[in-house]
């Protein structure tokens, strides 16, 4: 237990990982998948108590089309090899507007390996605008709202609390189908996807969340190459809602949490030309009905806490409760930034 080692850890010269005594860092491996699952379960269980993360999200986070393990990852590991560590940059869309992720093995006892990986990935991000020759990056850091710990150590790396968002959940009856209230003039059915679908659905998911806190102009190319890398695109479960022979709002889905025979929306949006008509509200419905059918017992979905257009009480109407809260925390990073 490294409780002890409270010295502030800065990258080494040339951008390697400076480590306490009998800690190294390498990148992560593809058989590593269970070993990085069991870590982030057990870093959230200790903030939290409990936890949701499953196999799948665990390879979403070592896709290749979000990130580059060998240059954006890394995992410490003890002299016998064990994981207590993962950070990682993670660029979901190929935009300037990037995650970061620590995951931290409670065995550690102290955030100081935490916040040397932190200020790698600082340091990494600065490589990553210079290359792509961003004027900046904005990096986005989940923490746990109980995790204080955790938020303390953000703060000390320039990280400032922006937002908070729920996930939410409600649970389906096997034998209860859920009624799907569509309003007049408006279809509610299956995305079928094809090119041309795929643009619409595409142009449907830029325009209605582009007024949303957050919001970062996705190209078309990024936007189908972050789809195919998903592991589990629930595409069967997807809902698109039609009017006047067009689609103007999504449900898309995840299967994310099938091994916990959980359902996930993914994104839910509608043209603010038709909103408030109750097609929001259809195609939340649409996608509960979809997963109770695909033998889901639960589904879930992140919201903004702050989010402009009533989605939290839209949720809360529909029957969802709050499971569990995350903290948002961001820092601005120029090329080459040093932490």
Sequence with gaps: MLGGVTALIRPAPGGGLALPPGLSARPPRPGDLDALLALARADEAAAVGSSSVTR????????????????????VIDAAGGLLAWGLVW?????????????????LGSETVRGALLDWLVARLGQRARAAGYARIVADAGCYHDDTRYASTLRSRGFTYVRTFHRLRIDLQPHQPVSVSTPPGVQVVPFEPAEDTWWALHAVLQHSFAEHWGYVPVAYDAFRASHAADPAPDLPLWRVALAEGRMVGVASAS????????????????????RGRGIARALLQAAFEANR????????????????????????SVGMRQEQSVDVYQRVVHPDAVS
């Design 91 to 107: 660029d979901h869309n190929r935009t300037d507007h990037q995650d970061v992720d620590v995951y931290c093995s409670p065995a």
């Design 56 to 75: 799948v999200e665990v390879a979403e986070l070592l896709a290749p089309a979000h990130t580059t393990a060998q240059d954006d990852q890394r995992v």
């Design 293 to 316: 059918q695909a033998g889901r017992t639960w589904v879930g979905l992140m919201v903004d806490t702050e989010n402009a257009t009533g989605a939290v009480g839209l949720y809360e």
């Design 255 to 274: 299967g994310r949490n099938a091994e916990d025979a959980g359902g996930w929306v993914a994104d839910l949006g509608v043209l603010a030309s038709h």
